[in-house]
């Protein structure tokens, strides 16, 4: 909320007006960030899909079984 109303009377814009000019978050940054969300991504969900599977698996007939 504080974020929104300083962000509302910065008089600058939040990104670059020209062009040419690059991002103002560095490529690594963002790269790092995404890789940040895919792994707890991850984390958060591996144990909820295996535990599906495993749901999954045990209603299977025995012969299709490993």
């Given at each position: 909320?504080?974020?929104?109303?300083?962000?509302?009377?910065?008089p600058t814009p939040?990104?670059?007006?020209?062009?040419?000019?690059?991002?103002?978050?560095?490529?690594?940054?963002?790269?790092?960030?995404?890789?940040?969300?895919?792994?707890?991504?991850?984390?958060?969900?591996?144990?909820?899909?295996?535990?599906?599977?495993?749901?999954?698996?045990?209603?299977?007939?025995?012969?299709?079984?490993?």
């Amino acid at each position: 909320m504080i974020a929104a109303a300083l962000l509302a009377v910065t008089p600058t814009p939040l990104y670059l007006a020209d062009p040419g000019a690059g991002s103002p978050v560095p490529l690594w940054l963002g790269v790092a960030f995404g890789v940040l969300v895919v792994v707890v991504s991850f984390v958060v969900l591996l144990p909820s899909v295996r535990h599906a599977l495993d749901r999954v698996a045990a209603r299977r007939p025995r012969r299709f079984r490993r």
